[in-house]
C-alpha cells in the first residue's frame, strides 16, 4: 500500500500536465490534481505508519513494528509507582 500512496501523490503531477495538454477544464485539472495528492498523503500516513500498539494494560504492553534498540530501553518487568 506504500507503493499506492507514492504512486498517488507523485502521479498527480505528470497526471495534470497530460490532461492540461488533452486540453480539459482547468478547475478539473486542478480537482483530479489535488485529489490525488491528497489521496495519496492520507494513504502513506495510514498504512505508513509501520509502529502500533497490538496491545497495551496496566503492567505490559505489545507493539507491532518495534525495533531492538527501541525495545531495550523498555523496562522489561511491570514498574512499579513513584510515591511523592
Known amino acids: 500500500?506504500?507503493?499506492?500512496?507514492?504512486v498517488l501523490l507523485?502521479?498527480?503531477?505528470p497526471t495534470s500536465f497530460l490532461l492540461a495538454s488533452l486540453e480539459v477544464n482547468g478547475g478539473v485539472v486542478a480537482l483530479i490534481a489535488v485529489a490525488m495528492a491528497f489521496s495519496g498523503l492520507?494513504?502513506?500516513a495510514?498504512?505508513?505508519s509501520s509502529f502500533n500498539p497490538v496491545?497495551?494494560?496496566?503492567?505490559?504492553a505489545k507493539f507491532k513494528g518495534a525495533n531492538e534498540?527501541?525495545?531495550s530501553l523498555?523496562?522489561?518487568?511491570?514498574?512499579?509507582p513513584k510515591v511523592s
Open 1 to 6: 500500500m506504500n507503493i499506492a500512496g507514492a
Open 55 to 60: 496491545y497495551i494494560d496496566e503492567t505490559c
Open 46 to 48: 495510514v498504512v505508513g
Open 42 to 44: 492520507v494513504v502513506l
Open 69 to 71: 534498540k527501541f525495545l
Open 10 to 13: 507523485i502521479g498527480s503531477l
Open 74 to 80: 523498555l523496562p522489561s518487568g511491570p514498574v512499579s
